[in-house]
């Protein structure tokens, strides 16, 4: 499986990319090839200008082509997903995530940001063509406290919810979601 892995948060290190770490630690045991995106990484003004003929920009937008699972970790601020991560999202095609499994995942400062998600990020991904949208898990700022390092860590619930949430992503996405090129493409592979 090739999965993209796609950290929405302005800030290194922030608490969404624990979940991330942990999430690709896991899909890399058992056997998938993951490349994580920082969005904060890529050229400012091109993705605030859109500017889709940007290397940096085009590369980070054929992973996402490339994936058949995508991870999307975003902090929650003020009831929505990050800025940066809805500046990248507007740059995929309209088709971008068809025939690919997503995964949201989302931190935020109460329990009371947990509707962002269905209400902010998950339509989004059904605008994008996303049609198996695993179960997303939230987390609360207090479940990833600071260790003795420093260092943002995961309270066990919250783990215990990633793994859950990993348990059917490696399945194959049903045909009835595929776009109508990677079905002819799978067809022309199987002869």
């Not at 290190?13 to 890529?42: F, G, M, N, Y």
Request: hydrophobic fraction near 50%; proline fraction near 7%; include cysteine.
């Amino acid at each position: 499986m090739n999965a993209v892995l796609l950290s929405g948060s302005p800030s290194a290190p922030s608490r969404s990319s624990v979940l991330l770490a942990h999430v690709r630690q896991r899909l890399e045991e058992s056997d998938a090839r993951c490349h994580t995106i920082a969005l904060r990484e890529l050229p400012p003004r091109a993705l605030l200008q859109a500017d889709a003929r940007d290397p940096e920009l085009q590369r980070a937008l054929a992973q996402v082509a490339g994936a058949e699972l995508v991870v999307i970790a975003t902090p929650i601020y003020k009831a929505a997903y990050s800025g940066l991560l809805k500046a990248f999202l507007d740059l995929l095609p309209q088709d971008g995530l068809r025939g690919k499994a997503v995964l949201p995942l989302a931190t935020g400062g109460s329990l009371a940001h947990l509707l962002a998600i269905d209400y902010a990020l998950k339509p989004v991904l059904h605008a994008l063509g996303a049609r198996q949208i695993a179960d997303a898990v939230f987390v609360a700022d207090t479940q990833l406290p600071r260790n003795a390092e420093g260092r943002y860590e995961a309270e066990p619930a919250a783990i215990d919810r990633l793994e859950q949430a990993l348990l059917g992503l490696c399945e194959p996405v049903p045909q009835r979601y595929l776009a109508p090129r990677v079905l002819a493409a799978a067809a022309l592979a199987a002869c």
